[in-house]
């Protein structure tokens, strides 16, 4: 069992930064892939990025490619998303995931967390 908290959602205007965190607690940290999605209102949880169990491949949505930035610190336990020119297509509830190997689908994920709000206004 592997327990996920995201953090650091909020409100930004458009063209701002933020930084999520996922702490992950319970199984090794570094055995699991970890992976961000999304999810707006009235639409379907979206892939956003997703990062090797030690970092070193990551892959990112098209519509976030440049102005997102997956890292971990597996040290911490710790797992972030860095979100630079941001737009309000942005805004949506922003989750973390952990799956066996990297992968970009929902289903292919194991263990959730709750979520974190980001608002971007116009």
């Known amino acids: 069992q592997v327990q996920l908290v995201e953090s650091g959602g909020g409100l930004v205007q458009a063209g701002g930064s933020l930084r999520l965190s996922c702490a992950a607690s319970?199984?090794?940290?570094?055995?699991?892939?970890m992976g961000w999605f999304r999810q707006a209102p009235g639409k379907e949880r979206e892939f956003v990025g997703a990062?090797?169990?030690?970092?070193?491949?990551?892959y990112y949505a098209d519509s976030v490619k440049g102005r997102f930035t997956i890292s971990r610190d597996n040290a911490k336990n710790t797992v972030y998303l860095r979100m630079n020119s941001l737009k309000p297509e942005d805004t949506a509830v922003y989750y973390c995931?952990?799956?066996?190997?990297?992968?970009?689908?929902?289903?292919?994920?194991?263990?959730w967390g709750q979520g974190t709000q980001v608002t971007v206004s116009s």
């Open positions: 995931a952990a799956a066996a190997i990297i992968a970009t689908m929902t289903h292919e994920y194991d263990y």
């Open positions: 319970g199984r090794t940290f570094s055995s699991y892939a």
């Open positions: 990062i090797s169990r030690y970092g070193g491949s990551t």
